[in-house]
């Protein structure tokens, strides 16, 4: 069947039979509800879920008696990143027995969850084409907006921000929503609380060298447990997601080693990493370090461990530890004064 002859078919029957102006949309909905008011402004936007087979919504622009208002009808529902949503007015550009519009001419805008303007259309009586949005693809799971008016009142941040000061009569409608998926539950990670140390620099370190004359911060991540349950192997630590310093956020991982070993002698291999002091951001008398990170599953981990920040007379801020540079610069400074 054509457009004209579905126009011609179901003209005489318009607000009469929804199934068939359904049909007449491309729409094929077997859910239907009644707008709530107060949904004038985007705080109280009305809630819908849409089902699979799509949803039917009729509501009012105004208050049915056909006093000039400026009303603006607001709803909100949950899409999937990849939905395209069908949203249509129907049966507002219907004609009555003299061909004259008998509905008005609606527009219908979506919005993100910020409230920016994804896609907006108009209807038009003179050609009987009614609001239809249908080519925007929603780019992340989340809040959506719908706004229902007529023009030129457009909502938008809960307020008509066009036109509103030209009140329109409005009148009944009904917009079918499709073609949108309610998003699964999203599961809370539990973050996982490991143990960590924060070593001295050992001979077997000694290729790191000296950066800026501060050494690097070692850092184990301790394995743990043997029940499967518990247990909690370091070496399946993501090394590129580490974070350590202050608060934890820092950024100042230098390597891990790709070997574990055994630091606490448990059996269990340990990950051992190298972090840049200077964006560690410690300061002298900073008691505790700080590490954040996640598994190579995913796992949020956290952990913690004291730590000792102090300063020699030779430098303002610093991390000295007794090996044998520390002897070279003692010698050093000993043969100085001699001279």
């Given at each position: ?31 239907a509800?009644?707008?709530a ?113 007529e ?16 009140p329109t ?6 917009v ?16 996982k ?42 070496m ?8 350590f ?5 820092e ?56 730590l ?17 540079h ?14």
């Open positions: 069947m054509n457009t004209e002859m579905q126009r011609r078919v179901c003209g005489p029957l318009v607000r009469g039979l929804v199934v068939c102006l359904l049909s007449t949309s491309g729409f094929v909905s077997a859910a509800i009644t707008e008011e107060s949904n004038d402004a985007i705080a109280d936007a009305q809630q819908i879920t849409v089902p699979a087979e799509g949803l039917t919504i009729s509501g009012e622009i105004g208050d049915g008696s056909g006093t000039p208002n400026t009303d603006v009808d607001f709803y909100t529902f949950s899409g999937m990143q990849g939905d395209t949503p069908v949203i249509a007015t129907i049966g507002t550009t219907q004609p009555d027995g003299n061909g004259a519009c008998l509905g008005f001419p609606s527009v219908v805008t979506l919005y993100d969850s910020d409230l920016n303007v994804l896609a907006e259309n108009l209807a038009d009586c003179g050609t009987g084409t009614e609001a239809r949005i249908d080519n925007y693809t929603l780019e992340a799971n989340g809040t959506y907006y719908l706004a229902v008016a023009w030129p009142h457009i909502g938008a941040t809960g307020a008509v921000t066009q036109g509103m000061f030209f009569e409005g009148g009944s409608y009904q079918a929503i499709s073609g949108v998926h309610v998003p699964p539950p999203s599961t809370p990670t539990s973050v609380h490991v143990p960590i140390r924060v070593r001295h620099w050992h001979h077997e370190e000694r290729d790191l060298e000296k950066r800026d004359r501060r050494d690097p911060i070692t850092v184990a991540i301790l394995s743990m447990g043997h029940s499967p349950k518990n247990k909690f192997e370091a399946n630590v993501d090394a590129s997601t580490l974070t310093g202050a608060t934890g956020n950024r100042s991982l230098y390597r891990c080693q790709k070997q574990g070993k055994d630091i606490n002698g448990d059996g269990q291999l340990d990950m051992i990493c190298f972090f840049n002091p200077e964006v560690a951001n410690f300061h002298t008398g900073d008691r505790n370090g700080k590490l954040k990170g996640k598994t190579k599953s995913g796992q949020q981990i956290v952990g913690s461990a004291a000792k920040i102090f300063t020699m007379p030779s430098e303002k801020r610093g991390y000295k530890h007794r090996h044998r520390d002897r070279d610069d003692r010698r050093n400074d000993k043969d100085n004064r001699k001279k």
